[in-house]
């Protein structure tokens, strides 16, 4: 099993940047993904993007492509969501997620992930 506790979320302008990271405990294996979801208070929970753990190819949400990047860190066993140029519609909680049978791809369905993190919320103002 793995556990996922996500944190960098706050309150940040419009323009602005933000870093969350998710810490996964234990180990994972390389056909895991790493994937950001998030979620504002009258939307459904919308994928952000994933990265494969082994390889690191990644996918992103359309809305945020181009602005924002996802990384991991193998030693740390931690996952980064780097958000820069931010808008107001990007307020939301934002959840890291573990999908543990990503072999053939990257999966952007949240029903696909297996463990989720509690949220880290992020504010940005216009």
């Known amino acids: 099993q793995v556990q996922l506790v996500e944190s960098g979320g706050g309150l940040v302008q419009a323009g602005g940047s933000l870093r969350l990271s998710c810490a996964a405990s234990?180990?994972?294996?390389?056909?895991?993904?790493m994937g950001w979801f998030r979620q504002g208070p009258v939307k459904e929970r919308e994928f952000v993007a994933a990265i494969r753990w082994s390889g690191g190819s990644t996918y992103y949400g359309d809305s945020v492509k181009g602005r924002f990047t996802i990384s991991r860190d193998y030693a740390k066993n931690t996952v980064y969501l780097q958000m820069n140029s931010l808008k107001p519609e990007d307020t939301a909680v934002y959840y890291c997620?573990?999908?543990?049978?990503?072999?053939?791809?990257?999966?952007?369905?949240?029903?696909?992930?297996?463990?989720w993190g509690q949220g880290t919320q992020v504010i940005v103002s216009s």
């Open positions: 234990g180990r994972t294996f390389s056909s895991y993904a």
């Open positions: 997620a573990a999908d543990r049978n990503a072999n053939f791809g990257i999966s952007t369905f949240l029903h696909e992930y297996d463990y």
